[in-house]
């Protein structure tokens, strides 16, 4: 099927079709209000948050101007000072307020010039994508692609890389690993090694005889006296 290349000319109309397709640009980007005014010469185009509640602008613009990351900047200046109100006004949107504000800038062209500059850029977030109306068939839509993403994601992602490569080896190395052998007790050292004095032996308590329990005296039973036996006088026999 034949690919046509559509043409839209006014911003708002790009607007339209850009809140449409938010999830094309990123998935989980939800809006929350557009053409927020800043000053007299600048406003917000979209202001939305993702996934994670992070605030996120996204500009997008029918032609690359040489102010335009300027006004970027202007506008990420100006969220993150409201970000407190703006959580209390859209408590549905769970906005984390922890987080400074990022921005998605949509050009129908992308010079060397921009990259560049958003390159240097180093406190805030600037993601750049390029975009095409097409009609396939009876069907439109948008084709989006992205040309550059912020210098701090570009160092977050190979920290995350990095970090699963030495995982998986280590994984490795660890069933290679023959089961630990038990430590061997560490040897004394030379204050240590001394023997150690031998207990004096307690003095034994010697043993006192217990007293003999006293024995009855014996008292000899007096014997008893005979009287002495009166001697009788012999009578004489008289013979008659």
């Not at 004394?188 to 005889?209: F, G, Q």
Request: net charge neutral; charged share 40%.
């Amino acid at each position: 099927m034949p690919v046509e290349h559509l043409t839209i000319e006014k911003p708002e109309e790009l607007m339209e079709i850009v809140s449409k397709e938010l999830e094309g640009i990123e998935k989980g980007l939800k809006m929350i209000g557009n053409n927020i005014p800043i000053d007299e010469k600048t406003k917000v185009g979209m202001l939305c948050h993702d996934e994670n509640g992070q605030l996120v602008i996204v500009e997008p613009t029918l032609e690359e101007g040489e102010n335009l990351v300027i006004q970027a900047l202007k506008c990420a200046d100006f969220v993150d000072k409201f970000k407190m109100m703006l959580a209390a006004t859209n408590p549905k949107s769970k906005i984390d307020t922890t987080k400074p504000p990022r921005v998605i800038l949509l050009l129908p062209e992308c010079s060397e010039e921009t990259v560049r500059l958003v390159k240097r850029i180093k406190d805030i977030r600037i993601d750049l994508y390029t975009w095409e109306y097409l009609k396939i068939g009876d069907s439109k839509g948008l084709h989006i692609e992205p040309i550059l993403i912020s210098s701090l994601e570009k160092m977050e992602k190979p920290k995350e890389k990095g970090e699963k490569k030495p995982e998986k080896a280590t994984k490795k190395k660890e069933e290679k690993k023959e089961e630990p052998k038990p430590a061997k007790p560490a040897e004394p050292k030379e204050e240590e090694k001394k023997p150690l004095p031998e207990p004096k032996p307690e003095p034994k308590e010697e043993k006192k005889p217990e007293p003999e329990a006293p024995k009855p005296k014996i008292t000899p039973e007096p014997m008893p006296i005979k009287p002495k036996e009166e001697k009788k006088e012999k009578k004489k026999l008289r013979l008659f």
